[in-house]
């Protein structure tokens, strides 16, 4: 019985202790300060492909989506996101 309480105590030290190191950690998912830049160079990626006769790619709403990516990144570069 006594055995028992004390893995029992250890495992609840170890369960605090992975708890703790888990409230410390850094979120796995952080937003980059450059993300304006990031979009601009996106949409400007986008922008050449899409628009360049020769190469003749395309989709449908291609248009609306350079569209809406143009207006989040010029606000992203105004907030200097």
Do not use: C, Y
Request: glycine share 8%; hydrophobic share 55%.
């Amino acid at each position: 019985m006594r055995i028992h309480r004390s893995t029992d105590l250890h495992g609840r030290r170890a369960a605090v202790a992975d708890r703790a190191a888990f409230l410390t950690e850094k979120p796995p998912m952080t937003v980059p300060n450059n993300l304006g830049m990031l979009l601009l160079a996106i949409w400007l990626i986008l922008f050449g492909v899409l628009t360049t006769p020769f190469l003749g790619v395309t989709f449908s709403h291609s248009g609306d989506v350079l569209g809406v990516l143009a207006i989040v990144t010029g606000i992203l570069l105004i907030m200097k996101r």
